[in-house]
């Protein structure tokens, strides 16, 4: 069986912030899910934006 993956976004860490701070109580709050989530989507929206400017620009224009 394949699970399919999808990486975190920005939308994705919104709707999980957002159930988090209208439930305190949730193990989701509880746990600090909500500040991990917010790291990875950090992380993989800086990697889309970087391989979106490799793409147009080509390799030799990354940092």
């Known amino acids: 069986m394949t699970t399919k993956r999808t990486p975190m976004d920005i ?3 919104a709707r999980i912030m957002s ?3 209208k ?3 949730s193990k989701t709050a509880q746990d600090g ?3 991990r989530t917010q790291s990875a989507g950090d992380k993989n929206t800086e990697r889309r ?3 979106g ?11």
């Open 33 to 35: 899910f909500g500040r």
């Open 11 to 13: 939308a994705a860490v």
């Open 53 to 63: 400017f490799e793409a147009y620009f080509g390799p030799s224009a990354k940092r």
């Open 49 to 51: 934006l970087l391989d």
């Open 23 to 25: 439930r305190p109580g």
């Open 19 to 21: 159930a988090a701070a």
